[in-house]
């Protein structure tokens, strides 16, 4: 940088040719013919004066010595490139700079009165023991996310809340674990209200095959008007009733057609909104998909973060709708009618009502996480407040 700098001051600072011209006269005193040459005009420089006057110019310099009058000499400031070298490298030879030391963590740590403390390990106590209290024999289990997400409260209120310290850190990581229990509810909750959605729209299906002439009241007119009211509780105990008559052999021949073609309606009609909500799901997981990748492109979103979530809606392509997967047990059933299988007929029916009472428990484990995330929240209120 500093050779190219120098360069350009040199060519700026370069004399024109005729200053050069008068100094080379001067210096040698030869009375101007140098510089009186590079005046000529072309028309003079031809004539006869002209070149006598360009022959004596070359016979005067052809010999001369120029660097003799013209010696290179360094000023007072060309000085201070040395001496700056040198300060530098004394400097940073003998300088040691003054590096204060980093202040420690001097927050004052408050220690929280008795009896404070034992009411929040009482609160913490109770919560802890709800959550190991034995669930009912014939209760369905808590999906592994809300449990593993409820071990991790359960760690978290074992750990000591004896300063304002350990308060503010409990708050802190109660908040991200009820945040992380609030989503998974939210989103069982969400599948279950999915499945009351289709039920209406079943009721509507029903009645405009009613309205066609198309409806055909048999053995399980019951068990459809229950599952078209929402009502999983009734039409299990619908399911369950048929699977027992259907086994026992009490059906007459007219009942069992009259059976078949009812499920093979229901069947029908829950395939068609289950294609129908699938669809829809569909099209906001490409939506999903297509803000993810816009994400990965602005580098808001990193590889693994996108992989994790592609994941995650392939896994929620593979799951079935609940309605589907009713349906499936219906045809299996009607299978079994037409084949004169009652045992498989009583089996797939049993099956039916089996789904319906876990989905019943599944709401029972809705409502339960609501009461948790509720005590959740009086905890973490109780903690604030001390």
Same mark, same amino acid.
């Given at each position: 940088?500093?050779?190219?700098?120098?360069?350009?001051?040199?060519?700026?600072?370069?004399?024109?040719?005729?200053?050069?011209?008068?100094?080379?006269?001067?210096?040698?005193?030869?009375?101007?013919?140098?510089?009186?040459?590079?005046?000529?005009?072309?028309?003079?420089?031809?004539?006869?004066?002209?070149?006598?006057?360009?022959?004596?110019?070359?016979?005067?310099?052809?010999?001369?010595?120029?660097?003799?009058?013209?010696?290179?000499?360094?000023?007072?400031?060309?000085?201070?490139?040395?001496?700056?070298?040198?300060?530098?490298?004394?400097?940073?030879?003998?300088?040691?700079?003054?590096?204060?030391?980093?202040?420690?963590?001097?927050?004052?740590?408050?220690?929280?009165?008795?009896?404070?403390?034992?009411?929040?390990?009482?609160?913490?106590?109770?919560?802890?023991?709800?959550?190991?209290?034995?669930?009912?024999?014939?209760?369905?289990?808590?999906?592994?996310?809300?449990?593993?997400?409820?071990?991790?409260?359960?760690?978290?209120?074992?750990?000591?809340?004896?300063?304002?310290?350990?308060?503010?850190?409990?708050?802190?990581?109660?908040?991200?674990?009820?945040?992380?229990?609030?989503?998974?509810?939210?989103?069982? %909750?969400?599948?279950?209200? *999915?499945?009351?959605?289709?039920?209406?729209?079943? =009721?509507? #299906? $029903? /009645? @405009?095959? &009613?309205?066609?002439?198309?409806?055909?009241?048999?053995?399980?007119?019951?068990?459809?008007? %229950?599952?078209?009211?929402? *009502?999983?509780?009734?039409?299990?105990?619908?399911? =369950?009733? #048929? $699977? /027992? @008559?259907? &086994?026992?052999?009490?059906?007459?021949?007219?009942?069992?057609?009259?059976?078949?073609?009812?499920?093979?309606?229901?069947?029908?009609?829950?395939e068609r909104l289950s294609r129908e909500?699938?669809?829809?799901?569909?099209? &906001?997981?490409?939506?999903?998909?297509?803000?993810?990748?816009?994400?990965?492109?602005?580098?808001?979103?990193?590889?693994?973060?996108?992989?994790?979530?592609?994941?995650?809606?392939?896994?929620?392509?593979k799951q079935k709708q609940e309605s589907?997967?009713?349906?499936?047990?219906?045809?299996?059933?009607?299978?079994?009618?037409?084949?004169?299988?009652?045992?498989?007929?009583?089996?797939?029916?049993?099956?039916?009502?089996?789904?319906?009472?876990?989905?019943?428990?599944?709401?029972?484990?809705?409502?339960?996480?609501?009461?948790?995330?509720?005590?959740?929240?009086?905890?973490?209120?109780?903690?604030?407040?001390?």
């Amino acid at each position: 940088l500093a050779l190219a700098v120098a360069i350009g001051l040199a060519i700026r600072r370069l004399p024109d040719k005729v200053s050069a011209a008068l100094s080379l006269d001067e210096r040698f005193q030869l009375r101007e013919r140098v510089t009186t040459s590079l005046m000529l005009s072309p028309a003079e420089a031809y004539s006869s004066a002209g070149q006598a006057l360009l022959a004596d110019v070359g016979d005067k310099i052809s010999n001369l010595q120029v660097g003799s009058r013209f010696p290179i000499r360094l000023g007072w400031k060309s000085a201070l490139v040395p001496v700056s070298l040198i300060a530098l490298a004394a400097l940073m030879v003998f300088y040691e700079p003054v590096i204060t030391p980093a202040r420690g963590n001097t927050e004052q740590v408050i220690q929280l009165p008795p009896e404070t403390v034992k009411e929040l390990e009482q609160k913490k106590q109770e919560f802890i023991n709800r959550l190991k209290t034995p669930p009912k024999p014939d209760a369905r289990p808590k999906s592994e996310d809300i449990q593993r997400i409820e071990a991790k409260i359960e760690e978290i209120m074992k750990r000591p809340a004896n300063t304002d310290k350990d308060l503010k850190d409990r708050l802190t990581e109660l908040s991200e674990a009820e945040q992380a229990l609030r989503k998974k509810t939210d989103e069982e %909750a969400a599948k279950m209200q *999915d499945f009351q959605n289709q039920m209406q729209q079943l =009721d509507q #299906l $029903q /009645k @405009k095959r &009613k309205e066609e002439g198309k409806n055909q009241d048999g053995p399980a007119k019951d068990a459809k008007d %229950a599952l078209a009211k929402g *009502d999983t509780e009734k039409a299990k105990e619908e399911f =369950d009733r #048929l $699977q /027992k @008559k259907v &086994k026992s052999g009490e059906m007459t021949e007219k009942d069992k057609e009259q059976l078949k073609q009812e499920l093979k309606d229901l069947k029908n009609d829950l395939e068609r909104l289950s294609r129908e909500k699938e669809k829809e799901e569909e099209e &906001k997981r490409q939506e999903r998909e297509q803000k993810l990748r816009e994400q990965m492109q602005e580098g808001k979103l990193d590889k693994e973060e996108f992989d994790k979530e592609m994941k995650k809606m392939d896994d929620e392509r593979k799951q079935k709708q609940e309605s589907q997967q009713l349906a499936d047990k219906l045809e299996r059933a009607q299978q079994a009618l037409d084949k004169d299988d009652t045992d498989g007929a009583a089996s797939a029916l049993k099956d039916a009502a089996e789904q319906l009472e876990q989905m019943e428990q599944k709401q029972q484990n809705i409502d339960d996480q609501e009461n948790e995330l509720q005590r959740l929240s009086d905890i973490r209120d109780a903690m604030g407040r001390a």
